[in-house]
């Protein structure tokens, strides 16, 4: 069983950063894609961006030249830098676990673009 525990969301102005942080504990094998996933009041939840165990990227076009995906591998934590934030941005991020036998899903961190 796999763990996911997100920290680092919160309300912050248009134009401003956050950094979101997901840990995971637990037991997977195989090569493991770890990614953020965000769904806004109304709407399906949407890829932000995944990274792979060997570093591969993928970005949705809106977040592209804004957000960066980062993972340590030692610490089985993966990172969204976000910047250049825009009310669009706003709503519940997920982390997710991906692997051969096991995706799993983090509770979710509010984050909120506004002035």
């Known amino acids: 069983q796999v763990q996911l525990v997100e920290s680092g969301g919160g309300l912050v102005q248009p134009g401003g950063s956050l950094r979101l942080s997901c840990a995971a504990s637990g037991r997977w094998f195989g090569i493991s894609r770890m990614g953020w996933y965000r769904q806004a009041p109304g709407k399906q939840r949407e890829l932000v961006a995944t990274?792979?165990?060997?570093?591969?990227?993928n970005y949705a076009d809106s977040v592209k030249g804004r957000f960066t995906i980062s993972r340590d591998n030692a610490k089985y934590t993966v990172y969204l830098q976000m910047n250049s934030l825009k009310p669009d941005d706003t709503g519940v991020y997920y982390c997710?676990?991906?692997?051969?036998?096991?995706?799993?899903w983090g509770q979710g961190t509010q984050v909120t673009v506004s002035s």
């Open positions: 997710n676990l991906f692997s051969p036998a096991v995706n799993s």
């Open positions: 990274i792979t165990s060997g570093g591969s990227t």
